[in-house]
């Protein structure tokens, strides 16, 4: 089965549901929505976000009477309370991401990313939604600047979440993966704007980065709304590039100046530490950080070996410059 014939099977399991992305106007929710009216039998896709202008420029794309679109801030409980109202499943993609932006407005990223997931778990729980993933990063893994730090504790708050409902519907899971190739924000687009002006930038030839593509990023959260019992954190099988290969693979033979890490940012990046590592079990397609609290086991799936390290750096995943350009030309 192909990528897209196998998203459009797994797409089925939003047939007849209500679902909400917050955040649904971002590179993510975009992608999430048009897939999901292309590709399911939903009942209706509401996305929620507080760009009035995006919601404007979706509509004009997409025509369906399934879509709704919400103009609100995750930050406003009110809101949400209107916005979660008989929706059964919950996308939460909205967040706070530019690292140096996050760096300089600390207290605004604080309130997006985690006070906006406290009043999320709380509406959805009041609301009687049925099932919520959150989207999460590698940065999250052993953070190193305020916006990993902030996805960190999002993570912590989802999977505490499944003890605060209780008896209660409401579950809660996490998916965390690494770079989408081609988002907003990703250096994909920029190494491509930088070819046509003739040098690229790039902070250390040494630094390492896991990729996904978007069709990979909504795959695994069809997969976690699938396999979820409550507090999992479902992680992709992905591969890495070193920067100097990704800039070859883009601008083949265009000069490169080196500028130097920003602050924040890390050689490596981790999808799994090694504490989380002897609760990691291999599903096969996906990796799962089971809870350290609670029965909720798989029903298959092998624990991973003692000295299981999955780190950017591992030179097991890393792609030769031919696999890298084969990983680009499969981009939309």
Same mark, same amino acid.
């Given at each position: 089965?192909?990528?897209?014939?196998?998203?459009? $099977?797994?797409?089925?399991?939003?047939?007849?549901?209500?679902?909400?992305?917050?955040?649904?106007?971002?590179?993510?929710?975009?992608?999430?929505?048009?897939?999901?009216?292309?590709?399911?039998?939903?009942?209706?896709?509401?996305?929620?976000?507080?760009?009035? @202008?995006?919601?404007?420029?979706?509509? @004009?794309? +997409?025509?369906?009477?399934?879509?709704?679109?919400?103009?609100?801030?995750?930050?406003?409980?009110? %809101?949400?309370?209107?916005?979660?109202?008989? +929706?059964?499943?919950?996308?939460?993609? $909205?967040?706070?991401?530019?690292?140096?932006?996050?760096?300089?407005?600390?207290?605004?990223?604080?309130?997006?990313?985690?006070?906006?997931?406290?009043?999320?778990?709380?509406?959805?729980?009041?609301?009687?939604?049925?099932?919520?993933?959150?989207? #999460?990063?590698?940065?999250?893994?052993?953070?190193?600047?305020?916006?990993?730090?902030?996805?960190?504790?999002?993570?912590?708050?989802?999977?505490?979440?499944?003890?605060? #409902?209780?008896?209660?519907?409401?579950?809660?899971?996490? +998916? %965390?993966?690494?770079?989408?190739?081609?988002?907003?924000? #990703?250096?994909?687009?920029?190494?491509?704007?930088?070819?046509?002006?003739?040098?690229?930038?790039?902070?250390?030839?040494?630094?390492?980065?896991?990729?996904?593509?978007?069709?990979?990023?909504?795959?695994?959260?069809? @997969?976690?709304?699938?396999?979820?019992?409550?507090?999992?954190?479902?992680?992709?099988?992905?591969?890495?590039?070193?920067?100097?290969?990704?800039?070859?693979?883009?601008?083949?033979? +265009?000069?490169?100046?080196?500028?130097?890490?920003?602050?924040?940012?890390?050689?490596?990046?981790?999808?799994?530490?090694?504490?989380?590592?002897?609760?990691?079990?291999?599903?096969?397609?996906?990796?799962?950080? @089971?809870?350290?609290?609670?029965?909720?086991?798989?029903?298959?799936?092998?624990?991973?070996?003692?000295?299981?390290?999955?780190?950017?750096?591992?030179?097991?995943?890393?792609?030769?410059?031919?696999?890298?350009?084969?990983?680009? $030309?499969?981009?939309?």
């Amino acid at each position: 089965m192909d990528r897209d014939s196998k998203l459009r $099977a797994l797409m089925s399991s939003l047939d007849g549901k209500c679902v909400l992305v917050t955040g649904g106007t971002g590179s993510f929710g975009r992608a999430f929505v048009q897939a999901a009216l292309a590709h399911s039998d939903v009942a209706k896709i509401i996305v929620f976000s507080r760009d009035e @202008q995006k919601h404007y420029a979706l509509g @004009q794309q +997409v025509r369906d009477p399934r879509l709704r679109c919400f103009v609100g801030d995750i930050r406003d409980r009110d %809101r949400l309370r209107s916005a979660f109202r008989n +929706v059964d499943i919950i996308v939460h993609a $909205a967040a706070m991401k530019h690292v140096p932006i996050c760096e300089y407005n600390p207290l605004e990223a604080i309130h997006t990313n985690i006070t906006g997931a406290k009043n999320l778990i709380e509406m959805a729980i009041e609301c009687g939604v049925s099932r919520v993933v959150a989207l #999460s990063t590698d940065k999250a893994v052993a953070p190193a600047n305020l916006y990993g730090a902030t996805k960190l504790c999002m993570e912590r708050l989802l999977i505490a979440a499944n003890a605060y #409902s209780g008896d209660l519907p409401t579950r809660f899971s996490v +998916v %965390r993966y690494g770079n989408v190739m081609g988002s907003a924000g #990703s250096v994909i687009p920029l190494f491509e704007k930088q070819r046509d002006r003739g040098c690229l930038t790039i902070t250390d030839k040494r630094m390492t980065r896991f990729w996904i593509s978007m069709n990979g990023a909504m795959q695994l959260v069809l @997969q976690a709304l699938r396999m979820m019992q409550g507090g999992e954190v479902f992680v992709p099988k992905l591969p890495t590039t070193d920067i100097e290969t990704l800039a070859e693979a883009i601008a083949p033979g +265009v000069p490169r100046e080196e500028i130097g890490i920003r602050p924040g940012e890390k050689l490596h990046e981790t999808l799994i530490s090694p504490e989380e590592a002897a609760r990691t079990v291999d599903l096969g397609e996906v990796l799962m950080i @089971q809870p350290d609290f609670g029965d909720a086991r798989p029903a298959s799936g092998e624990p991973v070996n003692d000295d299981f390290y999955y780190a950017s750096d591992r030179e097991d995943l890393r792609l030769t410059l031919a696999a890298t350009r084969d990983l680009l $030309a499969a981009m939309p």
